[in-house]
């Protein structure tokens, strides 16, 4: 069966600190990986996507990983601001079809 | 505002009503997903439609629920007699071509509550 889990659940942090979440998967066959970020009472914002051939990608602060063999990605957050207080989602997709599938999010709190 | 647009942002029925959800896409954007979201769970594929075509319903209710992507307007979800389970978050995206490694750009979805 198909599926994406996340650890931690949650996470406190605090200021200016760095934090790094996990994601794992089994979805098969593997076409690429995304990280979203979705803020409280909004839609899901697209950080990274990674497919089968990369092993890292930056986006500003957000740095994800993938590594295909172990079916393991990271998304590693730097000095971290207020503002990052979020769920981060990592998503799925496999080959040949047309559906994303979503892990159930890492809730992300910095605080002061 | 060029992104995804969803109205209502907040819906009320009581059960046995009707619900109707709508999503206006990215301009240029011919691609739509629906996704449903319950309390502390992942989003859920629905369907995915192109203009005026269904392409994959395979995450769709088979009763009740129905979707469509007419050649002018919005995309529709339409939940007939709704029931308590049908509170969750809706949330639409839309890309400019099958999915593939496309980002798909959400909208900010509807909250249905069912009384």
């Known amino acids: 069966k198909n599926q994406v889990e996340q650890s931690p659940q949650s996470l406190i942090i605090l200021e200016g600190k760095n934090c790094t979440l996990q994601?794992?998967?089994?979805?098969?066959?593997?076409?690429?990986l995304r990280w979203y970020k979705q803020d409280t009472g909004r839609g899901p914002v697209s950080l990274t996507i990674?497919?089968?051939?990369?092993n890292t990608k930056s986006n500003g602060r957000y740095t994800a990983t993938l590594d295909a063999d172990t079916k393991q990605s990271s998304l590693h957050i730097t000095a971290s601001q207020l503002s990052d207080s979020a769920s981060y989602i990592c998503v799925v997709s496999a080959e040949n079809t047309d559906k994303l599938i979503f892990g159930t999010g890492t809730r992300l709190q910095v605080f002061p | 505002n060029a992104g995804v647009m969803q109205n209502p942002r907040h819906l009320v029925r009581r059960r046995g009503q009707e619900a109707r959800l709508r999503c206006s896409p990215m301009?240029?954007?011919?691609?739509v997903y629906w996704y449903r979201q319950l309390p502390e769970e992942g989003l859920k594929f629905m369907v995915y439609?192109?203009?005026?075509?269904?392409?994959?319903e395979s995450g769709m209710p088979k009763e009740r629920f129905s979707a469509e992507f007419p050649k002018e307007g919005p995309s529709i979800l339409r939940i007939q007699q709704v029931v308590r389970g049908d509170s969750a978050a809706y949330f639409c995206?839309?890309?400019?071509?099958?999915?593939?490694?496309?980002?798909?750009?959400f909208g900010d979805g509807t909250r249905l509550s069912i009384l």
């Open positions: 439609l192109q203009k005026e075509n269904i392409i994959d």
């Open positions: 301009k240029g954007h011919s691609h």
């Open positions: 994601c794992n998967y089994t979805v098969s066959p593997f076409s690429n």
């Open positions: 990674m497919t089968f051939s990369e």
């Open positions: 995206a839309s890309s400019p071509s099958r999915l593939s490694n496309q980002p798909q750009h």
